[in-house]
């Protein structure tokens, strides 16, 4: 190494004594000459040489990526839209009718009116002949009328029912293609033990037939005493049809009317004049247009089985009218028999009043539950 420096030493001072590196320094010359002919030096890597390394040996030669690398996150996935939840619409409870059964009345103790049989609901007229108000000394003609000690007046039933009270129309001579009338849903009480029930309507047919188309308010009670009070309309032998998001309350003053506009077609309104709540609704119906009813039920269950009646009070129907035979005509007018509500023992459990000085108000009063 000492003799080659040696040599480049005299060569560069050989070079510059006859000026050949005018333009560059003694010093770059040197450099560039080292560069071309000195070898450059070998970096030498030392392993280390324990028995148990060979691993660490492969790793220095081929290093292994770094463990625990994070993987590269993939891109959110969207979630599908799900629809919006739909806000749950209140329905109120069912009319406790769930087996629809045909009303069967008697003539009550004493009274001399026909009796009434129901027959198929193909037939228009009666069975029995002679069934006209007048000549059975109805309670809106005539015939003799009892008192309590609370008005108002209670009338002698011309007819026994086991769920029925109020009065009906009836005669095989006349046609019924509508009836209306006014009413305040009662406030019912319960009778501590079991669900109690009542319904206040007004109805074409079912007196003489199979057939009744009917609309009115249904209240429940439960055992511990909570009313539940709903509008309902009912085309026999179907069951009742609640109408939803027509609200009812205790005390309410409503107003309903069933009318046939044609042949086979039925429109069904009931208003709450309390809250200004409006249903109507046309329907198909066959009807023998055989009565016409206003009345206070004890409502039937699965199977025809009546529930207990509630004590609803007194329920004071007003302005009913009947199209008999094409003319309107009020309850009096269209010469109308009264029904009783009667116990297996034949215990009044709930009785029609007279009918008022108007021809078209009475009142149903509570007497007793079964």
Same mark, same amino acid.
């Not at 919006?84 to 069967?104: D, F, G, L, R, Y």
């Not at 849903?185 to 669900?195: A, C, F, M, Q």
């Not at 077609?265 to 249903?279: E, H, L, V």
């Not at 215990?347 to 509570?366: L, M, N, Q, R």
């Given at each position: 190494?000492?003799?080659?420096?040696?040599?480049?030493?005299?060569?560069?001072?050989?070079?510059?004594?006859?000026?050949?590196?005018?333009?560059?320094?003694?010093?770059?010359?040197?450099?560039?000459?080292?560069?071309?002919?000195?070898?450059?030096?070998?970096?030498?890597?030392?392993?280390?040489?324990?028995?148990?390394?060979?691993?660490?040996?492969?790793?220095?030669?081929?290093?292994?990526?770094?463990?625990?690398?994070?993987?590269?996150? #993939?891109?959110?996935?969207?979630?599908?839209?799900?629809?919006?939840?739909?806000?749950?619409?209140?329905?109120?409870?069912?009319?406790?009718?769930?087996?629809?059964?045909?009303?069967?009345?008697?003539?009550?103790?004493?009274?001399?009116?026909?009796?009434? #049989?129901?027959?198929?609901?193909?037939?228009? *007229?009666?069975?029995?002949?002679?069934?006209?108000?007048?000549?059975?000394?109805?309670?809106?003609?005539?015939?003799?009328?009892?008192?309590?000690?609370?008005?108002?007046?209670?009338?002698?039933?011309?007819?026994?029912?086991?769920?029925?009270?109020?009065?009906?129309?009836?005669?095989?001579?006349?046609?019924?293609?509508?009836?209306?009338?006014?009413?305040?849903?009662?406030?019912p009480t319960g009778n501590g033990t079991s669900l #109690?029930?009542?319904?206040?309507?007004?109805?074409?047919?079912?007196?003489?037939?199979?057939?009744?188309?009917?609309?009115?308010?249904? =209240?429940?009670?439960?055992?511990?005493?909570?009313?539940?009070?709903?509008?309902?309309?009912?085309?026999?032998?179907?069951?009742?049809?609640?109408?939803?998001?027509?609200?009812?309350?205790?005390?309410?003053?409503?107003?309903?009317?069933?009318?046939?506009?044609?042949?086979?077609?039925?429109?069904?309104?009931?208003? =709450?004049?309390?809250?200004?709540?409006?249903?109507?609704?046309?329907?198909?119906? *066959?009807?023998?247009? #055989?009565?016409?009813?206003?009345?206070?039920?004890?409502?039937?269950?699965?199977?025809?089985?009546?529930?207990p009646l509630d004590n609803f009070g007194t329920v004071?129907?007003?302005?009913?009218?009947?199209?008999?035979?094409?003319?309107?005509?009020?309850?009096?007018?269209?010469?109308?028999?009264?029904?009783?509500?009667? =116990?297996?023992?034949?215990?009044?459990?709930?009785?029609?009043?007279?009918?008022?000085? =108007?021809?078209?108000?009475?009142?149903?009063?509570?007497?007793?539950?079964?």
């Amino acid at each position: 190494m000492s003799k080659l420096l040696r040599r480049l030493v005299r060569l560069l001072a050989h070079f510059a004594h006859r000026r050949v590196i005018p333009f560059f320094g003694v010093a770059a010359f040197a450099a560039l000459m080292t560069t071309l002919f000195v070898p450059p030096l070998i970096k030498v890597t030392i392993l280390p040489s324990s028995a148990n390394n060979t691993q660490e040996k492969i790793n220095q030669i081929n290093p292994q990526k770094p463990k625990n690398i994070p993987k590269k996150s #993939s891109p959110p996935v969207q979630a599908k839209s799900q629809p919006a939840p739909q806000p749950s619409v209140a329905v109120a409870p069912s009319k406790p009718v769930a087996t629809p059964t045909t009303v069967t009345v008697s003539p009550a103790t004493g009274s001399s009116v026909p009796t009434l #049989s129901p027959t198929s609901s193909s037939t228009t *007229t009666s069975s029995t002949s002679g069934t006209s108000g007048s000549s059975g000394g109805s309670g809106s003609s005539g015939g003799s009328s009892t008192t309590t000690s609370s008005s108002p007046t209670l009338a002698t039933p011309n007819y026994t029912s086991s769920n029925w009270a109020g009065y009906f129309a009836v005669n095989s001579k006349d046609s019924y293609s509508a009836v209306s009338s006014s009413w305040v849903v009662p406030t019912p009480t319960g009778n501590g033990t079991s669900l #109690s029930a009542d319904a206040t309507w007004i109805g074409i047919g079912g007196i003489t037939s199979n057939d009744l188309i009917q609309v009115g308010t249904a =209240d429940t009670v439960s055992a511990s005493g909570q009313v539940s009070t709903e509008a309902f309309y009912e085309m026999l032998p179907n069951s009742a049809i609640t109408i939803k998001n027509f609200l009812v309350n205790s005390g309410d003053s409503v107003n309903a009317s069933l009318s046939q506009v044609t042949s086979g077609q039925w429109k069904i309104t009931i208003n =709450d004049t309390t809250d200004s709540q409006s249903f109507s609704i046309t329907v198909a119906y *066959t009807s023998t247009l #055989s009565s016409a009813e206003w009345i206070e039920e004890d409502p039937s269950g699965t199977g025809g089985q009546l529930y207990p009646l509630d004590n609803f009070g007194t329920v004071s129907f007003s302005a009913g009218s009947a199209l008999v035979n094409g003319t309107s005509e009020t309850i009096k007018a269209a010469n109308s028999y009264s029904v009783a509500m009667v =116990d297996s023992s034949n215990k009044t459990e709930a009785a029609p009043s007279v009918i008022g000085s =108007d021809g078209a108000s009475f009142s149903v009063i509570w007497q007793t539950s079964n």
